[in-house]
């Protein structure tokens, strides 16, 4: 049991994408203008990450080497299919909303870095703690990141004015410049955090690293 | 071919590479632009791959669209269909340039393993077909797509070697600080948006 | 050689294990995506070119068989009798297939007005058919309509000819099933 709450909570603080580890950036650079996307985007990866470790736990055995990448890629992208109908029936203006990152969630480099690095390695119920750690971390991160720019950018939280009417909105922040600036901005303060509790504590500190182990983001030379 | 055609195909060009440059406003690929742009070599080399590719499998899959998935009804499939070609594409183009062209595999080869997963490529395939594009224009839009993708990485490349030397701010360092010259070059396309209104 | 078998076994039951969860998946979303669809798509659309209707157009929909092909009839009451109907029309513009909600009148065979649904338009260019200076021209004119260039009574818009004449035709096309399927129609709702 101890195992499975750790293997949870790693997603939640220690390991949460895309804030300590750089995973999947075009998602969040891409949908987080407002802080409904965001949401909606998380619990689409929550729902194809959880299925898809819990697909590929349970049938790493049997999987060979040489064609795992491609299987990992067919049990996500059906999965990926899987969410597109369901998001069609149910949620249709949030499907167009979120537009060609739905289907995009296939080469999120989570779902394939999850499933390379953990799902492939470890018995069922850690593969889904551990996907849905990380998947609702990776909510939480797209959740905040969201609402600060909607706030900034459009005065609004959750599509409520709440800013009051003397507030002149950023509106550079709900566009393109302002996702890559909010994030870099967000990832420095976490640098931040970390460098000084780890002074504090004497120790060598740690700043968040790229590389998602899926193999899509360095060169390998 | 006509004038009127003659410039918009121009201005379809122009407004893939700058204005909405794949990139730097609809986020796509953000991985290799991240992890990609230390070096110019690389990058130039990444951002030749993709495009390569890129126009390879936008024409691949355009067909298998028009001509298999469309008139079966199998719409719905087309995020499966199209990665497992890309992935199919990828390891085909990968073995053709090893025994074909060795030259160009050197240069290449490193950097195609990468490209399954890059979601410029699946992307391009499925933001054609939702533009309803035909054959042509579409292969000609997946080029200027992946060109104004290799003009962003090599752009960051440039000024990340030069801000190698510089000294900045732990916490800033790497990441961080590449997004937000993201933001700033992203700023400085956005101007490009009135070229085109 | 084993090593060969087992990864091709693998690989298809993988493959066929998606295929039939994911047509049967589909089988069981299809009706609810088209509702979905029709509300949020032509929804607005038809909203546009019925704005007094006091009954719920979308929900009243028929479909009509014309030809061979299954056409979605959107009715329009007006105290509490059939004022008009919408249909939806194709045209080719120069990105891809315009879509076009045209509203008649059935009292008249005049049109109600016009809304786009899908287009993908050069913004700024060809886009422009789907604003209020274009779309205006259509309402209340009388059937056939025909671009100026034509000898019709529609403007195109400058430097959006093709786009333009895409929307006529679309209009066109929308004109002829409705003229068609006319006695249908009433039929069907009065």
Redesign the interface.
């Known amino acids: 049991m101890a195992s499975v709450w750790k293997e949870f909570s790693k997603g939640l603080w220690a390991e949460i994408p895309p804030f300590r580890v750089?995973l999947g950036?075009?998602?969040t650079?891409?949908v987080t203008k407002s802080a409904e996307n965001g949401i909606g985007m998380g619990l689409a990866v929550i729902f194809v990450l959880v299925l898809s470790n819990a697909l590929i736990s349970l049938v790493r055995k049997i999987i060979p080497k040489k064609v795992r990448?491609?299987c990992f890629?067919?049990i996500a992208?059906?999965l990926?299919?899987a969410i597109?109908?369901l998001m069609q029936a149910f949620t249709y203006p949030l499907y167009q909303q979120l537009?060609?990152f739905v289907?995009?969630i296939?080469?999120?480099?989570i779902i394939?870095g999850r499933a390379e690095a953990f799902a492939a390695k470890n018995p069922v119920h850690l593969a889904i703690a551990d996907g849905l750690g990380m998947g609702i971390g990776f909510t939480v991160a797209l959740t905040f990141l969201g609402s600060l720019r909607e706030l900034l950018g459009a005065g609004q939280l959750f599509g409520h004015a709440v800013m009051g009417g003397s507030f002149k909105p950023f509106t550079?922040m709900i566009?393109?410049?302002?996702?890559?600036?909010a994030?870099?901005?967000l990832?420095?303060?976490m640098?931040?955090i970390s460098?000084v509790s780890a002074r504090r504590a004497g120790k060598e500190?740690s700043?968040?690293?790229?590389?998602?182990g899926?193999?899509?983001?360095?060169?390998?030379? | 071919m006509e004038e009127?055609q003659v410039m918009?195909y121009f201005?379809m060009f122009i407004g893939a590479v700058f204005v909405n440059n794949i990139v730097?406003?609809?986020?796509?690929?953000?991985?290799?632009y991240?992890?990609?742009s230390k070096e110019k070599t690389?990058a130039i080399g990444?951002g030749a791959a993709v495009c390569f590719v890129c126009v390879l499998s936008t024409a691949l899959t355009w067909l298998v669209q028009k001509l298999m998935l469309d008139p079966l009804g199998l719409g719905?499939?087309?995020?499966?269909v199209f990665?497992?070609l890309i992935?199919a594409l990828v390891q085909f183009v990968e073995m053709f340039l090893k025994k074909i062209i060795p030259p160009l595999y050197k240069s290449l080869g490193?950097?195609l393993?990468?490209i399954?997963?890059?979601?410029c490529v699946?992307?391009l395939a499925?933001?054609v077909q939702?533009?309803?594009?035909g054959l042509g224009?579409a292969v000609f839009y997946s080029f200027s797509a992946s060109a104004g993708f290799m003009l962003a990485l090599i752009l960051m490349a440039g000024i990340r070697e030069r801000l190698a030397l510089c000294r900045t701010?732990?916490?800033?360092?790497?990441?961080?600080?590449?997004?937000?010259m993201?933001?700033?070059m992203?700023?400085c396309f956005?101007a490009f948006k009135g070229m085109?209104? | 050689m084993r090593e060969m078998a087992s990864m091709i076994i693998v690989l298809s039951l993988i493959c066929s294990a998606?295929g039939f969860s994911?047509a049967y998946l589909?089988q069981a979303t299809a009706p609810l995506i088209e509702a979905q669809v029709l509300e949020n798509v032509q929804g607005p659309a038809i909203t546009r070119v019925c704005p007094a209707a006091d009954n719920q157009p979308v929900e009243e929909r028929k479909a009509f068989e014309l030809d061979g092909r299954r056409i979605m009839v959107f009715p329009y009451r007006q105290g509490g009798k059939l004022a008009g109907v919408a249909l939806e029309g194709k045209g080719g513009g120069?990105?891809?297939?315009i879509g076009v909600m045209v509203g008649f009148n059935v009292n008249n065979d005049s049109l109600l007005g016009i809304g786009v649904t899908t287009m993908?338009e050069?913004?700024?260019l060809g886009a422009k058919i789907a604003e209020p200076k274009f779309t205006r021209q259509f309402q209340g004119a009388a059937m056939p309509v025909e671009a100026r260039t034509r000898g019709g009574a529609v403007d195109a818009i400058s430097g959006a000819t093709?786009s333009s004449l895409g929307a006529v035709s679309a209009v066109q096309a929308a004109s002829r099933d409705y003229q068609a399927l006319k006695p249908q129609i009433l039929q069907a709702w009065q």
């Open positions: 750089v950036l075009c998602p650079l891409a990448i491609v890629i067919a992208a059906t990926v299919v597109e109908l537009g060609i289907p995009l296939v080469v999120n480099c394939l550079i566009e393109a410049p302002g996702a890559f600036i994030l870099g901005c990832l420095a303060l640098n931040c460098i500190p700043v968040n690293a790229g590389g998602c899926c193999g899509c983001c360095e060169v390998k030379q | 009127s918009h201005l730097l406003a609809q986020f796509l690929g953000q991985c290799p991240i992890g990609c690389v990444m719905y499939l087309q995020t499966i990665i497992l992935a490193i950097f393993p990468l399954t997963t890059n979601c699946l992307g499925i933001l939702r533009e309803e594009f224009t701010p732990r916490a800033l360092q790497g990441i961080p600080l590449g997004l937000i993201a933001g700033l992203s700023l956005m085109i209104s | 998606s994911l589909r120069f990105g891809g297939d993908s050069t913004p700024g093709v």
